[in-house]
């Protein structure tokens, strides 16, 4: 029988655990074994004792608790008992009414409900489970009870010191358990400040390297706090008395001087602690390192830590408290060795080594695990641990040492060679549990391995003859599990034939799994899985069957319905022919109910007469026994669009409304639950919410962007920033747009808190030869996080080893001074407020100023030169005498002049640059004008200033082709000619030899064959005659040199193929060619001229020989919308004929009245002149007279306005009706003797300067005064007429 290792067996059998159809045998090398619950071996199946829960080592307890307890819990079968030993002594648990042990268990609970002290029941414990296989024991727990004793009452008299001296305030805390944590405060409670002067110990002294007189203003207590009872102790405080005859100014003092310019003595660097020049240390392996160093002096020290012979490890070691700790959080061998500080100040420097010697409590290298063996195997328990010192192994079987056991006839199968134990042929009775004891005097370790002789047949521990269903081209796991002992060997075979399945498409695991990598119709059948070992075999089978794979082939569609419409959704699947599949309807991911009003057949459900309450997802899912598939499609429930439901059209979707009822929940010191209301969404789902904000200290009344969130959330956590007063608002958006904010939620601050971020865009940089400027980005408002920001902003030279030199400022700029030129510095900043600081910026490298170069370049001068290009050549300085960051060699060249005769050329210095630091650096001078005459001199630049400039060099270009002539014109001057026209180029590079014009006929899209005409230099014009008028060129003219054809300038004859009279130019005569680009049709043409006659034409802008026929129009006319009858002929006609008729009235009635006759026709003439004269407003008028103020003529007897207003103020006899032919011209009333001469021509008749009458029309009083009763005023038409002309 071939010997097999417990562990190789257990190990297949802990893989067969992995069968997913029965309770699996698992094992793992640093754990117990897990014994099967499958009934068919569980009454057979032995297993010893395993401790799988216990308390710590060092276990320590609160007074204040009712009860203790102590933890040990085991498993084995039989179920294991438990007892105890207290202090290596049997603890009998019934005879103490206050320990009680768990039903099966043997935790212990000491209750003190009823009296007793914890502190009677310290001591050392010890669990042992034991059942008829073997006994496994628990660690040693030491049980203590945690003190917090009180300091004791001291009366401390104040301290004397004097200014510049150290001083060590000392602690002494009482001793706790565990050790309490220890912090500096004022009587206030305010922390004490620490830096480099002022410190705490890693004893809980506090130390002043230095005192000054300001550090008396406080008053130093240590606080102890015991975090095991939550309970802080404070020491009575500490007071300074400063022994100096200078009073103290605190108004006085600043970080420069803080002696406020009294002469304090400076002092070189001595320790604090530790004290001399040697100490030694040691740690435990894996253990916390902490090294301290704190020195005395003025000025303060400042500490640096070395490691003799080897560099600190930098990924482990950290520096706090200001340098003066060294710390190692992991120790291990390799960090033993001679750690030195040093302390230095301007005075001098000392040094401190301590001896380092790590030690290691044992640890684990091969822990024993587990052995499960069949009669007559073989087996070993290795137990090996490692220490410092080395430990010692002890073994022990069943709690007891394996050497003071009397001899047995199984204990010839074992033999123990130091850390192993080595079994041979063990026999069934030989089951144990062993325990491994590595201990040294740092510690111990106890481990518990279990030693079980099984022998058992193969059994199979899942069920008979399963059926498997499985989805074509799926991977699939056919599982047999089994145990047995010795552990079998497993083979499957398919349909009772072959030599086994493995390789190819069949992989077999360890456990007995069969893995069939794709699944095909052709591997159906039947799958047998054979155990065997030496004491039998088992077998067990599993059917296979293949199914095709369910799917929905037709799936339901996103639907939008009216209100009180029907909606339908379908969903049409396929499946195999033998697998039954049932089809279910969710609703928004709950099962919908069907009731009597929707509908489901086996392809659809229906919902008739929606309402709003079943607008949501549907889902449709489709189960086989074996597999499932589902599809889901949304509801959207719209409004009626019209009242008559029978005439109706689905609504488009509009932007949603906003949220409403925003409330604010979870409030924590960063952040904040929002909850709001959807609006409707208008018939198109919110896919999205925006989250604003708006704060009322920086930037009030500005909202800004806070974050979004899926549309199917309204419950999120804002995520904020410290000391802001927020607002919130929501806004929805949808596949239309964004819906108005909602109203602002109530208004929310968090607490204050240091400073997150860290200032961006540092840098350093010289603004003068002698300073640094070092510059940073400030935090922005909502990064300050607290009141009075500020930035701790560290530098010190690069690579000198110098200490930090620092400085807080509230700027957003600091300035070194006084530094040497261009010197590299090492720069880093740290953001502050009043709640702390934040984290400190990654290292910079800045630069102090920079200073004129020293050096020129030398030697400059010119190898090759070519028309455009010129390679140059110059000495190189050393680049230390730049003096601040190389930048480049700077050429400075210019056209001097160029060698065409009578040709201006600008002499616009240019530069270019070269970055090289070869030893003979050369480089190619660019984009030069030909046949010129350039200068040049060079410099060397840094970042700031210029050297002086090299040699001056001078140098001429060769001759080139010309640039294309400076404008190229073609006008079409009569049906069958083009006149060319065009200029001399701007640069012609060289001697001007002629123009090359070539010109090919186009004729669609193909080209005529080429045609070429040159001409002398002075020759600027050509005509060409075209064969027909339809004829189009394409032109390309160039100007020539001794060197070549020029560049080209290309132009083509009009677009246009119909013209008549009219050339290219934009404007000739009155017609006008007006070319608009468009992308496609319709086209609007714009600012056309009514009455206007256009021709158009549409022409392919990349082939202007592809054109459309043209067409022609006229513009419309301008319509007028109301027609000024003033210009109309008729009118014109009438106006006059009723002018000649009135003339020949007038006429009439001055001869009647010169014969001292009547008026002809008294009603006929009243009732004419009335519409043309008006007597004095207070007469009455005829409806007819009453005129609106519109515009309307109103003359009243043709005074003004402003008389008409004077005249209100006028005697009552002038406002008395006249007594003129006004109502009527019978023999009744007595006519007025006026004459047309007293009025036409009189001397009393005034006019203004715009020639209306002043007052009323004037009367003419002569001899007969009796006469002016009758009439004061003239009223006659006549009258009236001249006053209008």
């Keep these: 029988m071939r010997p097999v290792g417990g562990r190789e067996m257990l190990g297949k059998v802990g893989h067969a655990a992995l069968t997913l159809l029965s309770l699996l045998l698992l094992w793992q090398e640093a754990a117990a074994i897990e014994v099967p619950l499958d009934p068919k071996i569980q009454q057979d199946l032995k297993q010893p004792p395993t401790i799988i829960k216990q308390s710590v080592k060092d276990y320590i307890v609160d007074p204040r608790d009712n009860t203790i307890i102590i933890e040990c819990e085991a498993k084995g079968n039989p179920v294991p008992t438990f007892s105890w030993r207290r202090s290596g002594r049997l603890f009998n648990i019934g005879k103490d009414p206050r320990v009680t042990m768990r039903k099966r268990s043997g935790t212990l609970e000491v209750g003190f409900r009823s009296g007793g002290r914890p502190e009677d029941y310290e001591g050392e414990y010890q669990c042992f489970a034991t059942n008829e296989l073997g006994v496994a024991l628990s660690n040693k727990i030491l049980l203590r009870v945690s003190k917090a004793p009180l300091w004791p009452k001291e009366v401390l008299a104040p301290v004397q010191v004097t200014e510049g001296s150290s001083l060590v305030l000392p602690c002494n805390p009482p001793p706790g358990l565990p050790p309490p944590l220890i912090f500096w405060m004022d009587s206030n409670m305010i922390p004490i400040h620490q830096d480099r002067r002022v410190s705490m110990g890693l004893n809980g002294d506090l130390y002043f390297s230095n005192v000054l007189v300001q550090d008396a203003q406080n008053d130093y207590s240590c606080n102890a706090r015991f975090n095991f009872t939550y309970t802080i102790q404070q020491k009575n405080p500490f007071n300074l008395k400063f022994q100096t005859t200078e009073p103290y100014n605190d108004t006085s003092y600043n970080a420069s001087d803080p002696f406020g310019g009294r002469k304090v003595a400076e002092t070189p660097p001595s320790f604090l602690s530790p004290e001399g020049s040697g100490s030694s240390k040691m740690v435990l392996r894996d253990e916390r390192l902490l090294l301290e160093c704190i020195a005395a002096g003025l000025p303060t020290p400042s500490i640096k830590w070395f490691k003799r012979g080897g560099d600190l490890p930098a990924q482990k070691v950290k520096f706090e408290n200001f340098n003066k700790t060294l710390k190692i959080l992991s120790v291990s061998e390799e960090d033993a060795g001679e750690y030195v500080c040093m302390a230095d100040n301007r005075l001098g420097s000392i040094r401190h080594s301590i001896d380092v010697q790590v030690k290691a409590a044992p640890y684990w290298l091969d822990k024993p695990t587990n052995l499960v063996l069949a009669p007559e195997e073989n087996g070993r328990l290795v137990c090996r641990a490692n220490g410092n010192p080395k430990p010692n192994i002890q073994w022990l079987m069943n709690g007891e040492p394996i050497n003071k056991i009397t001899e047995t006839p199984t204990s010839a199968n074992r033999e123990v060679l130091g850390d192993t134990i080595l079994f041979r042929g063990v026999q069934i009775g030989s089951s144990a549990v062993y325990q491994c004891n590595a201990s040294n005097q740092h510690g111990y370790l106890l481990a518990n391995a279990f030693v079980s002789v099984l022998d058992m047949a193969p059994r199979m521990l899942g069920p008979k003859n399963q059926l498997i269903k499985v989805i074509m081209n799926n991977r699939t796991f056919l599982n047999c599990p089994f145990f047995g002992s010795p552990l079998p060997e497993l083979r499957w075979f398919k349909n009772g034939q072959g030599s086994g399945l493995d390789g190819g498409q069949y992989r077999v695991y360890v456990n007995g799994t069969l893995e069939i990598k794709r699944a095909r119709k052709e591997d159906e059948g039947i799958y047998t899985c054979v155990a065997n070992n030496m004491l039998g075999n088992a077998e067990n089978q599993v059917q296979l069957e293949v199914k095709e794979p369910t ?537 056309l001229i009514a009455g206007e006659k256009y021709h158009l034409r549409v022409y392919s802008q990349e082939l202007n020989s592809v054109s459309s026929k043209s067409v022609t129009f006229k513009t419309k006319a301008a319509h007028i919308d109301q027609v000024d009858i003033a210009t109309q002929g008729w009118f014109i006609g009438l106006m006059c004929a009723i002018a000649l008729i009135i003339l020949i009235l007038l006429i009439v009635c001055f001869i009647k009245r010169s014969r001292g006759g009547k008026y002809p026709s008294p009603g006929f003439l009243t009732g004419f002149t009335k519409y043309l004269v008006r007597d004095k407003k207070d007469l009455p008028l005829d409806p007819v007279d009453q005129k609106d103020q519109d515009g309307s003529f109103d003359y009243q007897n043709g005074s003004s306005v402003r008389d008409r207003n004077e005249n209100e103020n006028s005697s009552d006899e002038d406002n008395k009706p006249l007594q003129g032919s006004q109502t009527s011209l019978d023999g009744n009333v007595k006519e007025s003797d006026d004459s047309l001469v007293d009025y036409g021509e009189g001397g009393d008749g005034q006019f203004n300067e715009d020639g209306s009458f002043i007052g009323q029309y004037t009367v003419k009083k002569d001899k007969d005064e009796t006469e002016g009763n009758e009439s004061s005023e003239a009223t006659s038409p006549v009258n009236a007429i001249y006053s209008l002309a």
């Excluded at 709640?835 to 920079?850: K, M, R, T």
């Excluded at 010309?962 to 049906?975: C, H, Q, V, W, Y």
């Design 551 to 1087: 799917r929905i082939i037709q799936a339901p569609t996103h639907q939008s319905v009216l209100r009180g419409s029907k909606a339908s959704f379908h969903c049409k699947v396929v499946s195999d022919p033998s697998l039954p599949t049932k089809v279910t309807w969710t609703k928004d991911g709950e099962r919908l109910d069907l009731g009597w009003r929707l509908k489901k057949d086996e392809e659809s459900l229906t919902i008739p007469s929606v309402s709003e309450n079943d607008e949501g997802i549907y889902t449709c899912t489709v189960k086989s026994e074996i597999d499932q598939d589902s599809a889901s499609a949304r509801l959207t429930v719209l409004e009626d669009a019209f009242l008559n439901p029978s005439v109706f059209s689905a609504l488009p979707p509009d932007r949603p409304d906003p949220p409403i009822d925003l409330d604010l929940s979870d409030p924590s010191a960063r952040s904040v639950r929002l909850t709001w209301i959807p609006g409707n969404d208008r018939r198109s789902p919110v896919t999205e919410f925006l989250v604003q904000f708006e704060e009322n200290r920086w930037e009030p009344g500005r909202w800004q962007d806070l974050s979004s969130f899926p549309g199917d959330l309204n419950s999120v956590i804002l995520q904020l920033a410290p000391n802001v007063n927020y607002q919130f608002r929501v806004i929805a958006i949808n596949s239309v747009g964004r819906s108005q904010p909602s109203q602002p939620s109530p208004r929310y601050k968090t607490t204050a808190a240091p400073p997150d971020a860290i200032p961006r865009d540092l840098r350093g940089w010289g603004s003068d030869k002698d300073n640094m400027e070092i510059t940073w980005e400030p935090l922005r408002d909502l990064e300050k996080n607290g009141p009075n920001l500020q930035y701790n902003v560290w530098w010190r030279r690069k690579d000198s080893g110098d200490d930090w030199t620092n400085v807080t400022t509230s700027e957003t700029k600091y300035v070194v001074r006084y530094t040497e030129t261009y010197v590299p510095y090492e720069i880093k900043i740290q953001a502050r407020n009043e709640l702390g600081s934040g984290p400190e910026s990654n290292i910079v490298i800045g630069y102090s100023g920079e200073d004129k170069p020293a050096d020129s370049p030398s030697e400059l001068r010119v190898l090759k030169v070519g028309s455009t290009r010129a390679n140059i050549h110059w000495k190189p300085v050393d680049l230390s005498s730049v003096q601040g960051e190389f930048k480049e060699y700077r050429l400075y060249y210019w056209r001097e002049s160029s060698l065409v005769p009578g040709l201006v050329v600008s002499k616009e210095k240019k530069t270019t640059g070269f970055y090289t630091t070869v030893p003979e650096p050369s480089g190619i001078l660019k984009d030069l004008v030909p046949y010129s005459k350039y200068k040049m001199f060079m410099v060397v630049a840094n970042s700031r200033f210029e050297s002086l400039p090299s040699n001056n060099v001078e140098f001429t270009t060769a001759e080139g082709v010309p640039d294309a002539p400076r404008f190229f014109r073609i006008n079409r001057r009569s049906l069958d000619t083009l006149y060319l026209e065009w200029d001399k180029p701007l640069e012609p590079n060289g001697i001007l030899i002629g123009y090359q014009l070539v010109y090919q006929r186009v004729n669609g899209s193909r080209l005529g064959p080429q045609q070429i005409e040159t001409f002398r230099p002075n020759v600027t014009h050509f005509i060409l005659r075209l064969p027909d008028r339809s004829a189009r060129y394409k032109f390309n003219l160039s100007a020539l040199t001794q060197v070549g054809t020029g560049e080209v300038y290309a132009e083509e004859s009009p677009h246009f193929t119909n013209e008549e009279n009219f050339t290219d130019a934009t404007d000739v005569g009155n017609k006008t060619v007006t070319v608009e680009e468009v992308k496609q049709p319709p086209v609007n043409l714009k600012a």
